[in-house]
């Protein structure tokens, strides 16, 4: 008999657990993230909205020996939120309260479910607003964020989710509720806010987080300046960080992008004629984001940048930002299927990264569309296939792996935002040696010991394990 028999009316009795879906057909949502390519089972999926609820699942699935997987919005792309078979997967967006909003310290507490944009919605009458800005912010989740160390568009200045976070409530593997942090960040002793942000829901669950809140900025500053060569164009981004100018945001999308864009309802009137385009954003006061301006602008045209248009007002300013914000969904248009790669490299290396890049695909037939979070030298190398064709897939794995191989090559690593998962798992290998994984597992063992917290994720296996290691349980078959 399955452990989890039972369990789905056992879950259906705790007070505020909203519903429990355990019908096949209801399940099938949850069977993948944003990486449809990996896929599980659940055996529940429940839907908590208090702390004590989440507490309770957690209890519940121990007493059981049932695994359980917190989820978010389910747009993670490393498989993060995928189902161990006969799983309990506990989903957090019915649990999406502001709770609290300090605008004299500038801080807010969150429930996990709380979708990224809405905080900054929230807050913005105040004149305040949350940094971190993944592309997917209008789906996914601050707890979701939390568990991957989110980046986005603005990490550049501002940093990835880590920085902005202050405290959170856990709920630790063993169903015991638990503060990291202190909200007014003084923290002493070991940084196990730290240790949390990043671990890919493997410690425990998240149900409240309190988080940093900026100023509006006096100014924004938004140009698009087109080149129509790709290297020129990241060369353009060298220059204007060597110059100590640090934008808000330095992005780069590539001709297939903008006319995967273009062809969509994100049109934002980028150049189809562009080899590819740098999104800069400055921010700050008045004076300095004017300067900047001239000076990025004069950068740009050194690097024979075609053009340089600046924004005039707030609705030609978030078009091109639809234009990038939605240029993932925008490649449907070129294949049924999309893989979107992830890594991060040294900026100076971009040029010689993103060539290389496009001949590993090139050379198999496949099309890469590239887009870059550039100031940071994150790359999104975009592979659109379609997977009826085995070859095709078969081909698209190896190409994943061999841009893993160009970056780590050039001192990068594998992920720069989408996290390890169970994508990257077994690539961990490619960086870090059996002294270096040990103590993750020593700090996964000590909050985990019973393996139950979205097993099998992100820290491989011992190389000398065999493929029935339980940490791999499951999931032997990671495809990318
Ligand atoms: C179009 C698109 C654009 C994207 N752009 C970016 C980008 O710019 N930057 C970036 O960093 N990422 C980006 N992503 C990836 C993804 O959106 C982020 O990783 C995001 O943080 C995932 O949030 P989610 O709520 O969807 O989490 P999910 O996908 O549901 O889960 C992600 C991980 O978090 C864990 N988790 C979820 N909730 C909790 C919780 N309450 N407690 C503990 N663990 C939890 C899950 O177990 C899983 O391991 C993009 C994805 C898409 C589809």
């Not at 309990?88 to 300090?102: A, G, K, P, Q, Y």
């Not at 994943?400 to 690593?413: F, K, N, Q, S, T």
Request: charged share 25%; proline share 6%; net charge negative.
């Amino acid at each position: 008999m399955p452990a989890s028999q039972g369990l789905a009316a056992r879950l259906r009795e705790i007070r505020e657990v909203e519903q429990v879906l355990d019908h096949a057909s209801e399940l099938f949502p949850y069977e993948s993230d944003g990486l449809t390519a990996l896929r599980g089972r659940p055996a529940a999926v429940a839907f908590p909205t208090s702390t004590a609820a989440v507490a309770a699942i957690v209890r519940a699935c121990n007493e059981a020996g049932v695994p359980f997987v917190a989820r978010g919005a389910g747009t993670g792309l490393s498989g993060g939120a995928t189902p161990v078979d006969g799983c309990v997967m506990i989903e957090c967006s019915r649990m999406r309260r502001v709770l609290d909003i300090d605008a004299v310290n500038r801080t807010a507490t969150v429930q996990p479910g709380l979708i990224n944009a809405h905080l900054s919605e929230a807050v913005s009458a105040l004149g305040l607003y949350y940094a971190p800005d993944p592309s997917s912010q209008s789906a996914c989740t601050i707890g979701g964020n939390v568990a991957e160390n989110s980046g986005g568009p603005h990490t550049l200045k501002y940093g990835t989710t880590s920085p902005h976070v202050l405290e959170l409530e856990v709920v630790l593997p063993d169903g015991e509720t638990v503060h990291l942090g202190r909200r007014d960040g003084h923290q002493v002793g070991f940084d196990l806010r730290g240790v949390f942000v990043g671990s890919e829901g493997t410690l425990g669950i998240v149900t409240a987080a309190v988080v940093r809140l900026l100023p509006l900025p006096e100014k924004t500053a938004t140009l698009l300046a087109s080149f129509r060569s790709l290297i020129d164009a990241c060369r353009a981004v060298s220059d204007v960080v060597g110059r100590g100018i640090v934008p808000a945001a330095l992005e780069l999308l590539d001709d297939r992008t903008i006319d995967a864009v273009e062809a969509s309802v994100y049109a934002a009137g980028y150049p189809r004629d562009a080899r590819a385009v740098l999104l800069i954003e400055l921010d700050g006061d008045a004076g300095s984001v004017d300067a900047e301006r001239a000076e990025v602008e004069a950068i740009c045209r050194d690097r024979a940048a075609v053009d340089v248009r600046v924004a005039r007002d707030e609705a030609e300013r978030q078009a091109l930002w639809r234009g990038r914000k939605g240029a993932f969904g925008a490649m449907g248009r070129l294949a049924p299927d999309l893989y979107v790669h992830d890594a991060v490299v040294p900026r100076t290396r971009l040029p010689e990264v993103v060539e290389a890049i496009n001949r590993a695909a090139e050379s198999r037939g496949l099309q890469v569309a590239n887009i870059l979070h550039a100031g940071d030298g994150n790359v999104h190398p975009n592979l659109v296939f379609d997977r009826r064709d085995p070859g095709e897939v078969e081909r698209i794995r190896e190409v994943g792996a061999e841009i893993l191989r160009i970056c780590v090559d050039a001192g990068g690593m594998l992920s720069g935002e989408h996290g390890i998962g169970l994508e990257k798992r077994d690539y961990m290998h490619m960086v870090f040696d059996e002294a270096d994984l040990e103590p993750m597992r020593w700090v996964h063992d000590t909050f985990d010991p019973g393996d139950l917290c979205n097993p099998g994720k992100q820290i491989p296996a011992p190389r000398a394990c065999t493929e029935s290691n339980p940490r791999h349980r499951g999931y032997d078959q990671v495809e990318f």
